[in-house]
């Protein structure tokens, strides 16, 4: 008679460990989704997840940074308001002001649309709006009638179709560029209404009350209500430092010198804090006298990757290496961006033969450098002023010696909304 092996089953202990585990592992994929995603739709690969897990999630959120998530049947958003409005560095890749102007007007035609909508004629009702003569006294025009007029349109609906509030019908949009033809596309109105991350609708000021400048009005739809004690200060303290700690790639406590309450806070909470945050979101705390780091060590929770492949990567790791040496040297003494250039030509010899071929062109180091130089001043590594380029502590990871780089986040708001990752 054939003898059967024998299998030991686990027991029900062992089964309600491994459930939990998995349990937790998913939650934290989720909230890590959400942080470099905050606008998801269910064709993201972690939207069921984040569905799953909704209550913990909205919880979790409230409690750490008090951002709010909504999530619905085919959308989730997560909205992030950022601790720093001035940053200038966070926002959509290759928007300037102009095209952040046509694309609020895309927004708002869209808002009036129709369940779908071909781009020519998104393209004709943004033309209507760009006509109000408010924004022809602020020198803004827009006509459709150029080729890059035509791209910048195609621009647009391409950054809407990556966030989900447009989805691809049919048609090409290079064909409308080309006069050729056309693009259909269907409107996702729950993604559109989640756009702006505000606490206060633009809508509700009359017109005669509205801010007149920028920052005013930024101030004023992002502003929330603190409650008038010492646990409701204590509790926006905990946000902004939340806030910075997940969105940053290093918060820095000289940043908090001109508010002494909440560096005074940060100094005192900034273990819990890291722990709290590292343990959510699978983080490690990298403390130093300078300030506190969250590590990402799988480098996910980016969305300007270093170092990386390609040129524009090889230049910026170079360039942080030049300036790590030059600010051990000089200290707090600031480099010029000329010197910047220099040394990115000096360096051709060794490296150009690994660079694009455009790069290697008389003149090209200058382009070169200064894009070096905004990666790194968005990874806060660096600061610029028109004194020059100042290095940062965090950037002495690039010195020359024996060095281990550890990956870390930075992650986007992006008005979209927006991750990094910086070496500390």
């Known amino acids: 008679m054939a003898r059967k092996d024998l299998v030991r089953v686990p027991d029900a202990v062992q089964v309600k460990d491994v459930l939990a585990r998995h349990r937790e592992e998913e939650r934290r994929e989720a909230l890590r989704a959400l942080l470099m995603c905050p606008l998801m739709t269910a064709a993201h690969p972690a939207f069921h997840a984040v569905r799953r897990h909704e209550r913990e999630l909205r919880d979790w959120f409230s409690q750490a940074a ?103 019908v049919a048609g090409d949009e290079d064909a409308f560029v080309s006069k050729v033809g056309d693009a259909l596309y269907d409107v996702r109105r729950r993604a559109l209404s989640g756009l702006l991350a505000a606490a206060r609708g633009p809508s509700t000021w009359a017109p005669e009350n509205a801010p007149l400048h920028l920052e005013e009005r930024l101030a004023a739809l992002t502003e ?36 002494p309450a909440l560096r005074a806070y940060f100094q005192n909470q900034r273990g819990a804090l890291a722990a709290r945050l590292g343990e959510a979101a699978g983080l490690s705390a990298e403390q130093r006298a300078e300030g506190l780091a969250l590590v990402d060590d799988s480098g996910e929770l980016t969305d300007v990757a270093m170092p990386a492949a390609g040129t524009a990567s090889h230049v910026t790791l170079l360039v942080a290496e030049f300036l790590a040496s030059a600010g051990r040297a000089h200290e707090a003494a600031p480099v010029g961006e000329a010197a910047v250039a220099d040394a990115v030509r000096s360096m051709i010899p060794e490296y150009g033969r690994f660079w694009a071929k455009a790069a290697r062109e008389p003149g090209a180091e200058t382009e070169l450098a200064d894009n070096a130089l905004a990666r790194l001043e968005m990874l806060r590594l660096i600061r610029r002023d028109a004194g020059g380029v100042y290095p940062r502590p965090a950037l002495a990871r690039f010195a020359l010696g024996d060095t281990e780089l550890v990956a870390r986040k930075r992650t986007v708001t992006k008005g979209a909304e927006r991750a990094q990752d910086a070496l500390f």
Not at 76 to 94: C, H, N, Q, S
Not at 226 to 255: C, F, K, N, Q, W
């Open 224 to 259: 929330e209500f603190t409650p008038d004690s010492e646990e409701g200060r204590r509790t926006a303290m905990r946000h902004h430092l939340a806030r910075r700690l997940l969105d940053d790639p290093v918060l820095y406590i000289e940043e908090l010198d001109d508010r």
């Open 66 to 168: 008090g951002w709010i998530l909504h999530v619905e049947r085919d959308c989730a958003r997560l909205y992030k308001r950022p601790a720093d409005l001035g940053d200038a560095t966070r926002g959509a890749a290759e928007f300037d002001r102009r095209r952040y102007i046509l694309f609020c007007l895309a927004c708002a035609a869209l808002e009036r649309a129709e369940p779908q909508i071909t781009l020519r004629t998104l393209g004709e009702k943004l033309l209507a709006l760009a006509a109000d003569p408010e924004l022809g006294i602020r020198g803004f025009t827009f006509t459709l009638d150029s080729h890059h007029e035509r791209r910048e349109l195609v621009a647009i609906c391409r950054y809407l179709l990556s966030l989900g509030v447009l989805m691809r």
